[in-house]
């Protein structure tokens, strides 16, 4: 039975397709055959999917039975939960919602079709009926236990989770010299920034006036206020407009989760936590990687998520055990 609460909490999950042939054919519209290197911000791992969707959402129903409603955002894709979520949680299935990005783009259609989950992310706050509070999940990221409203806002507030850091100057030096090298030494043609998340992140806090440190974010459900970027974007459409430009990630753009934490620091918002988050990248390890990754969940009763990023990049039989831990974890044969 879903838990109610006095002030909503939805969630949004932004989910794409990539082996589906039409996305395909779209995507490979925008880039240029001609160049003999793919766009940076267009890498297959970032679009494929292996159902990792299904168990994110169960894990949601299961562990968070206090959630509102779930949106599901994509490209004219359907991710195919329905039966699922028949099964296990058949009274939450009128909870469920597929939002197209014509939804969120209303106005903007003219930068559609975006590859971008930046600019995806940009636009979540245009979703109709979304609850002011709002956690913002990627489809690798699931739930590994119980988990409350406090967990992700307190007296209305979003929990920050993060760490401040230093900017990352290093970076930004050595991406800037890479480039002057490169136009000294090379009759090539430059070659586009790969988009980096720490960059990504600097943007946005950069935008608001801080200078010598910045709150950085990682892969973990991530609590934001809808009226807090609302009220930014109509004050600068402009910046707004020329982040969702970029139909690939861009290494100049600023990341949505930064830019809301920064607002929310600005505001005077002190709710500030670790991630409490387990980040698995499977692929390219040894054998034992992923027993020791759940091994760490189980034991470690503050651990609430886990992110497994780029699966479909795992061994077979990595792909195989990751699934069969979290269908473990959610106990899915006897709820």
Known sequence: MKKRTQNPIDIVVAWVDGSDPALRQKRLRFLDSNKSVTHPGAAQTRFHSLNEVEYCV?????????????????????????????????QRLKDIRIVDHTEIFE????????FNSICISNMLWRIKGLSDQFVYFNDDIFL????????????????LRGKWRFPPYERLFWDEMKEKLQLIFSSKEKNERAASFQVNQWNAPKKLGFRWRYFRSGHT???????????????????????????FRNYNQFNTVALAN?????????????????????HNRDELYVDRKFKRAQINDDLLFICVQSLDLARKKDQEKVIQKMKSILDLEVL
């Open 58 to 90: 169960l894990s949601i129903l299961k562990f968070a039975s206090f959630i509102r409603n779930i949106f599901i955002v994509t490209d004219q894709q359907d991710p195919k939960i329905d039966q699922a979520v028949k099964r296990y949680f058949p």
């Open 107 to 114: 106005g903007y259609e003219k930068y559609l079709p975006t």
């Open 144 to 159: 590994l236990r119980e988990v409350s409203p406090s967990d992700w806002f307190i007296d209305g507030k979003p929990i």
């Open 221 to 247: 459900p991530l609590a934001m206020r809808k009226n807090i970027l609302a009220t930014y974007f109509k004050t600068y459409p402009e910046r707004l407009e020329n982040n969702i430009a970029h139909r």
């Open 262 to 282: 920064h607002l929310e620091i600005l505001s005077g918002n002190k709710n500030f936590k670790d991630s409490q988050a387990i980040y698995m990248q499977p």
